[in-house]
């Protein structure tokens, strides 16, 4: 099999806060693999944006750094480094002034495609939109890619997105989840609405229940600051997770094209049902393995922000209705480990007998780590003996499926900076379905705060409260294992 790379137009990218962490990290390294991958036309050109007092020579040494940090050598020779480099230029540009934005202007070109990464704090969404306008950089048909997080409630949400929209038409406006970008996600869709077998299935009929989980090892880290006024809720479930819940449900969009799909996220969002107290536990990780706990992460001794929360979550219609998506994201867990677990039900009657054993199909989609997606069928244990039943996997793991083209999957952000660049808003949110999000989010948080619930303790290294295995176990149900 060939790998494809489909050609993009000349642009001209610019990135705020070039010089930051996510550019450092993702944004900078992302942008390089395409350009190894052919994908960067000759005259495109990515211009760093930041308040740090730097020139074109120190910002294309910080890339290089980027570069060597996080590629491995083999895959970054110099003379390839060297190469992409020339596409780099810096402006030092102060969102809040008027420095640096006549030079930003003249940097910009107008007959190319324009976008503008906003990675910044969004406290200066409004401010870069607002320059850029005043300054005649951005037209009509610029595109804008804005970062989590997104609000930190309705309210907020809703100010951001009026704020942008007083400058940008949503057709110009890329939310990015790098969730969506995930190979995995999209093979999602494509196991879904790509074959005959799993759709028919695809209900409250067949389908027991879902387990979405995200389990990380590390915790808060330097972070501690900005995690604690957030939580696991805020960070992963209001909108990484519940875009998974969204694809996982949602009807079958008539096209795949960006509002098609995003119109059906959006009815499932505003579908769900309000999630009761007792539907939730919220988990604040204790010291362990020599590691401090969460509250001496954050720096703060009475936090009650959790850092690992399990919900069972229940959707109002027709597909769904007695079929719970269980929830769970967790720090300091057992394993960094993200997957979706479609749990099928039972055969109605089986005619193997009780000694046989029971059994029942599981679609895992793998999305961390080894992107893959297994389907666990039931067959006879070979041997004599009689009949017994066993559960085997048929593996779609893309490194076997696919051989060494496999290597090749862009990740997340290499595919979605491309997309933005194609002008495909498919695999970002539209702003009607981050508010649904928080309209959702908000009550389910205000309960907790109202009462001045504590989260409860739980080991490093751990799934998290044992009352979270409670929540399934109350309804005759397991999660699966968080391991690797
Ligand atoms: P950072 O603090 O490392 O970098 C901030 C950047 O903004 C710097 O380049 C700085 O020079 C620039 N900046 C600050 N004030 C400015 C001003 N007045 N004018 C012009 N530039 C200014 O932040 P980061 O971690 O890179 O995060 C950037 C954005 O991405 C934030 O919205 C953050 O929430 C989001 N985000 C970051 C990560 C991550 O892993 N770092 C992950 C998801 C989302």
């Given at each position: 099999m060939v790998s494809r790379v489909i050609p993009v137009e000349t642009f001209d990218l610019v990135i705020f806060g070039g010089t930051g962490d996510l550019a450092r990290r993702k944004i900078l390294p992302a942008l390089f693999r395409r350009f190894q991958a052919g994908?960067?036309?000759?005259?495109s050109r990515i211009i760093g944006a930041a308040r740090s007092e730097m020139g074109t020579k120190e910002f294309r040494a910080f890339v290089g750094e980027a570069i060597g940090e996080f590629i491995p050598a083999e895959e970054a020779p110099a003379k390839a480094v060297e190469n992409f480099l020339r596409h780099i230029s810096y402006v030092a540009v102060d969102a809040r002034g008027t420095d640096g934005w006549s030079d930003l202007s003249a940097q910009v070109r107008q007959d190319v495609i324009q976008a503008f990464y906003f990675s910044v704090a969004p406290a200066l969404f409004g401010d870069l939109a607002e320059r850029l306008h005043e300054h005649g950089i951005a037209g009509p048909e610029s595109r804008i890619v804005v970062e989590k997080?997104?609000?930190?409630d309705l309210e907020s949400a809703h100010a951001l997105n009026a704020t942008l929209a007083a400058h940008f038409d949503e057709h110009q406006i890329y939310r990015i989840d790098h969730y969506l970008g995930k190979e995995t996600v999209q093979n999602l869709m494509a196991v879904r609405f790509g074959n005959i077998l799993f759709e028919p299935l695809w209900n409250a009929q067949y389908v027991d229940h879902v387990q979405i989980t995200v389990a990380e090892t590390?915790?808060?880290?330097?972070r501690g600051a900005y995690y604690d006024l957030s939580g696991a809720m805020r960070d992963m479930v209001q909108n990484h997770m519940m875009q998974l819940l969204c694809l996982i449900a949602?009807?079958?969009?008539?096209?795949?094209e960006p509002d098609a799909v995003r119109d059906e996220k959006l009815k499932v969002i505003r579908a769900l049902d309000p999630v009761a107290p007792a539907e939730i536990v919220r988990g604040q990780y204790k010291a362990g393995n020599g590691r401090p706990s969460y509250v001496e992460g954050v720096e703060n001794p009475d936090s009650r922000t959790e850092s690992f929360i399990a919900m069972r979550v229940d959707i109002a219609n027709w597909r769904w209705k007695g079929t719970p998506f269980y929830l769970r994201t967790g720090k300091r867990l057992k394993s960094r480990m993200s997957e979706i677990v479609v749990t099928f039900r039972e055969p109605?009657?089986?005619?193997?007998?009780?000694?046989a054993g029971k059994s029942a199909n599981v679609l895992v989609i793998r999305l961390?780590?080894?992107e893959g997606i297994t389907l666990r069928v039931t067959i006879k244990e070979p041997g004599p003996g009689g009949m017994r039943l066993v559960d085997v996997p048929l593996d779609m793991t893309f490194a076997e499926a696919l051989g060494p083209d496999a290597d090749d999957i862009p990740d997340a952000y290499e595919r979605l900076i491309m997309d933005v660049i194609r002008g495909n808003q498919t695999l970002f949110m539209r702003g009607d379905e981050v508010e649904a999000a928080w309209a959702w989010t908000d009550p389910i948080i205000a309960a907790w705060s109202d009462k001045g619930d504590r989260p409860l303790p739980y080991e490093t290294g751990s799934t998290g409260p044992e009352d979270a295995l409670m929540l399934l176990h109350r309804d005759g149900r397991r999660w699966r294992e968080i391991e690797v």
């Amino acid at each position: 099999m060939v790998s494809r790379v489909i050609p993009v137009e000349t642009f001209d990218l610019v990135i705020f806060g070039g010089t930051g962490d996510l550019a450092r990290r993702k944004i900078l390294p992302a942008l390089f693999r395409r350009f190894q991958a052919g994908q960067m036309p000759e005259e495109s050109r990515i211009i760093g944006a930041a308040r740090s007092e730097m020139g074109t020579k120190e910002f294309r040494a910080f890339v290089g750094e980027a570069i060597g940090e996080f590629i491995p050598a083999e895959e970054a020779p110099a003379k390839a480094v060297e190469n992409f480099l020339r596409h780099i230029s810096y402006v030092a540009v102060d969102a809040r002034g008027t420095d640096g934005w006549s030079d930003l202007s003249a940097q910009v070109r107008q007959d190319v495609i324009q976008a503008f990464y906003f990675s910044v704090a969004p406290a200066l969404f409004g401010d870069l939109a607002e320059r850029l306008h005043e300054h005649g950089i951005a037209g009509p048909e610029s595109r804008i890619v804005v970062e989590k997080p997104f609000g930190r409630d309705l309210e907020s949400a809703h100010a951001l997105n009026a704020t942008l929209a007083a400058h940008f038409d949503e057709h110009q406006i890329y939310r990015i989840d790098h969730y969506l970008g995930k190979e995995t996600v999209q093979n999602l869709m494509a196991v879904r609405f790509g074959n005959i077998l799993f759709e028919p299935l695809w209900n409250a009929q067949y389908v027991d229940h879902v387990q979405i989980t995200v389990a990380e090892t590390v915790g808060v880290e330097g972070r501690g600051a900005y995690y604690d006024l957030s939580g696991a809720m805020r960070d992963m479930v209001q909108n990484h997770m519940m875009q998974l819940l969204c694809l996982i449900a949602m009807e079958p969009p008539s096209q795949f094209e960006p509002d098609a799909v995003r119109d059906e996220k959006l009815k499932v969002i505003r579908a769900l049902d309000p999630v009761a107290p007792a539907e939730i536990v919220r988990g604040q990780y204790k010291a362990g393995n020599g590691r401090p706990s969460y509250v001496e992460g954050v720096e703060n001794p009475d936090s009650r922000t959790e850092s690992f929360i399990a919900m069972r979550v229940d959707i109002a219609n027709w597909r769904w209705k007695g079929t719970p998506f269980y929830l769970r994201t967790g720090k300091r867990l057992k394993s960094r480990m993200s997957e979706i677990v479609v749990t099928f039900r039972e055969p109605p009657h089986s005619i193997f007998g009780e000694e046989a054993g029971k059994s029942a199909n599981v679609l895992v989609i793998r999305l961390q780590p080894d992107e893959g997606i297994t389907l666990r069928v039931t067959i006879k244990e070979p041997g004599p003996g009689g009949m017994r039943l066993v559960d085997v996997p048929l593996d779609m793991t893309f490194a076997e499926a696919l051989g060494p083209d496999a290597d090749d999957i862009p990740d997340a952000y290499e595919r979605l900076i491309m997309d933005v660049i194609r002008g495909n808003q498919t695999l970002f949110m539209r702003g009607d379905e981050v508010e649904a999000a928080w309209a959702w989010t908000d009550p389910i948080i205000a309960a907790w705060s109202d009462k001045g619930d504590r989260p409860l303790p739980y080991e490093t290294g751990s799934t998290g409260p044992e009352d979270a295995l409670m929540l399934l176990h109350r309804d005759g149900r397991r999660w699966r294992e968080i391991e690797v």
